[in-house]
C-alpha cells in the first residue's frame, strides 16, 4: 500500500510531495494545527464485501493491510478522552466496509453508551443486514444518537454500479429500505465524478428519493455529501501558506484540524493516530499511539490534501 502511494505521486511530478516543509517550488508548504479534537474515526479494517473503481481506502474482500479494529482498542481511546478531557462530539466509524468487523455493534454500544454521537459509513449491503437485530436495539436504546450513512455513488443504477460492480444496486437499496421503515437517522455519501453540476446531482438525488419515499434533504450538505472525484493520475497544486489567502480558505476548517483516525496496521500489536481517514497507510503521517500525541500539527504533504479537502471542500464528519 504505501508503495503504491508513493507511485501516486510520482505520477503526479516527481518533485512534488517530496519535503514535509517545501514544495518543489521552494515554498513554505502549508500546516494545518488541530484546533479542537470533534470527531475521531475509527478504521475498523480494510477488508469490504466488494471492490470500488477508485476505492478512496482501496478496501476489497483481499484488502488486509488493516488488521480489524477490537472492542477494547475502542475503548483504550474512549477512556483517554475522558481522562485527558477531549472536547470530542462524534466517533465515527469508516472502513473497508465497517460492518465486516463482528465487533462494530458492541464498540457501538460502548460509543453510544458513553454519551456520544456516532456515525458508521457502510455500504447497506449484506454485511450491514446480518446485523439487523443489533442494529435495530441500538437505535431503540439509544434514539437519534446513531447515524448510517449510506453510499450511493449515483443516484442512478447504471453510474452507480459502474463504480461499484454488477448487482451491487438492488441490495444497497433493500439495506437502504430497511434503515428507512426502523427510523435510522440517515445520511447519503454521493460522488462528483460525473459530468454534472453539484446542483444537477442534488435534484438526481432528489429525484430518487421522492421515488423510494425516503426522507432526505437533499439540499443539505450533512444528509447529502457530495465528494470530490479522487483521481489520482491527476496533477494537482502543492498549497503553500499563501494559498490560504489566495483561495479563501482557513486552515481551521480543514478536516485534519478537528479530526483525528486509528488504524491498526497488520502485524502490528497497537493502533495508531492518522491526521485524516483519507491517509491509512502512510507512514509519514502517523501522529503516534495515543491522541495526546496526536496533537502537533499536519504538514499538508499529500495530493489528497489538495485534492479532497483544499480544494475539494471535503469533509468526511457528519457535521
Known amino acids: ?3 503504491q502511494s508513493a507511485q501516486i505521486i510520482d505520477s503526479i511530478h516527481p518533485q512534488k510531495f517530496k519535503n514535509p516543509f517545501v514544495t518543489a517550488k521552494g515554498e513554505q508548504r502549508a500546516v494545518v494545527a488541530l484546533t479542537r479534537l470533534k470527531t ?11 471492490t470500488c473503481r477508485n476505492c478512496y481506502m482501496d478496501s476489497s474482500p483481499t484488502n488486509d ?15 483517554e478522552i475522558k481522562e485527558q478531557s477531549f472536547p470530542v462530539e462524534e466517533i465515527a466509524f469508516t472502513g473497508g466496509e465497517p460492518f465486516m468487523n463482528r465487533s462494530l455493534p458492541d464498540m457501538l454500544h460502548a460509543v453510544l453508551d458513553r454519551g456520544f454521537k456516532a456515525l458508521v459509513l457502510t455500504n447497506a449491503m449484506k454485511p450491514l443486514q446480518q446485523k439487523q437485530k443489533y442494529l435495530d436495539a441500538l437505535n431503540q436504546q439509544f434514539p437519534g444518537g446513531l447515524t448510517i450513512r449510506v453510499s450511493i455513488d449515483h443516484f442512478t443504477q447504471t453510474k452507480h454500479e459502474d463504480i461499484r460492480g454488477t448487482n451491487t444496486w438492488q441490495p444497497m437499496i433493500n439495506g437502504l429500505r430497511w434503515l428507512v421503515d426502523n427510523n435510522f437517522k440517515l445520511a447519503i455519501a454521493g460522488r462528483m465524478c460525473w459530468d454534472e453540476t453539484e446542483h444537477q446531482a442534488r ?7 421522492a421515488q423510494e419515499n425516503i426522507d432526505i434533504d437533499t439540499t443539505n450538505p450533512a444528509q447529502l455529501v457530495l465528494f470530490p472525484e479522487m483521481d489520482a493520475a491527476k496533477d494537482v497544486p502543492e498549497i503553500t501558506v499563501s494559498c490560504w489567502d489566495i483561495l479563501g480558505v482557513a486552515p481551521e476548517t480543514m478536516m485534519c484540524a478537528t479530526s483525528r483516525m486509528v488504524v491498526k496496521k497488520r502485524g502490528s500489536d497497537h493502533p495508531v493516530v492518522m491526521p485524516c481517514t483519507l491517509l491509512p497507510y502512510d507512514e509519514a503521517f502517523e501522529l503516534g499511539r ?8 499536519v504538514q499538508l504533504n499529500h495530493p489528497h490534501c489538495a485534492r479532497f479537502c483544499v480544494l475539494g471542500g471535503a469533509s468526511c464528519s457528519a457535521a
Do not use: H, R
Not at 475521531?40 to 466488494?50: D, E, K, P, Q, R
Not at 495515543?290 to 500539527?297: A, E, G, I, V
Open 203 to 209: 435534484q438526481g438525488y432528489a429525484k430518487l428519493f
Open 65 to 79: 493491510a488493516l488488521a480489524y479494529l477490537s472492542l477494547s482498542d475502542v475503548t483504550g481511546y474512549l477512556d
Open 290 to 297: 495515543d491522541l495526546q500525541c496526536s496533537q502537533p500539527k
Open 1 to 3: 500500500m504505501i508503495e
Open 40 to 50: 475521531l474515526w475509527f478504521n475498523t479494517g480494510s477488508l469490504c464485501n466488494i
